[in-house]
């Protein structure tokens, strides 16, 4: 008997996105393979609807870069921002039918100096680290576009506590 193919569950509409920098706030960004061109920050779906956000982002930081936080000495900080944005149209297939808003938990994630991600092939083309400001003009989305912006305010932060 042939294996049966399950349908593919429904996308949860909350997510994290995941700013990666550095001290000097150089900035990692990916290039989606769905969309080459696409250039974003580590961005992901919770896995399950009690999920905690911070584990959701440490989660699509491993799945997504191969960096396991703790051990390359990160610091992941939640900045207590959320987006909420209308899900663009080429993408809503993957979200339960009538689904069209998403809630994203913005996340920096600050590690000691640019590392050399392992990307997964099926998901991203391409990384490169960027100046803050050139990350910024670099992102496809504009809520990914302000969190970088948003940087140095927040890593200025981190640094005073």
């Excluded at 936080?69 to 987006?83: H, M, P, S, T």
């Excluded at 808003?101 to 991600?117: D, I, K, S, Y």
């Excluded at 100046?131 to 200025?156: G, I, K, T």
Aim: net charge negative; hydrophobic share 40%.
């Amino acid at each position: 008997m042939p294996p049966v193919d399950l349908p593919k569950p429904f996308k949860i509409p909350e997510s994290v996105l995941v700013v990666i920098h550095t001290p000097d706030l150089q900035v990692l960004l990916i290039e989606r393979a769905d969309h080459p061109g696409y250039w974003q920050s580590v961005t992901g779906s919770k896995d399950s609807l009690d999920e905690p956000p911070a584990e959701t982002a440490r989660r699509e930081v491993l799945e997504e870069t191969g960096f396991d936080i703790a051990a390359v000495g990160g610091e992941l900080v939640d900045w207590q921002l959320a987006n909420v944005y209308e899900i663009y149209p080429q993408w809503r297939h993957r979200y339960a039918p009538g689904v069209t808003r998403n809630t994203e938990h913005v996340f920096g994630l600050q590690l000691p100096a640019p590392l050399t991600p392992t990307l997964a092939p099926r998901e991203h083309l391409a990384w490169v680290w960027l100046p803050w400001h050139e990350a910024a003009d670099r992102c496809f989305s504009p809520s990914n576009a302000e969190a970088v912006l948003q940087l140095p305010r927040f890593s200025a932060a981190e640094t005073s506590t």
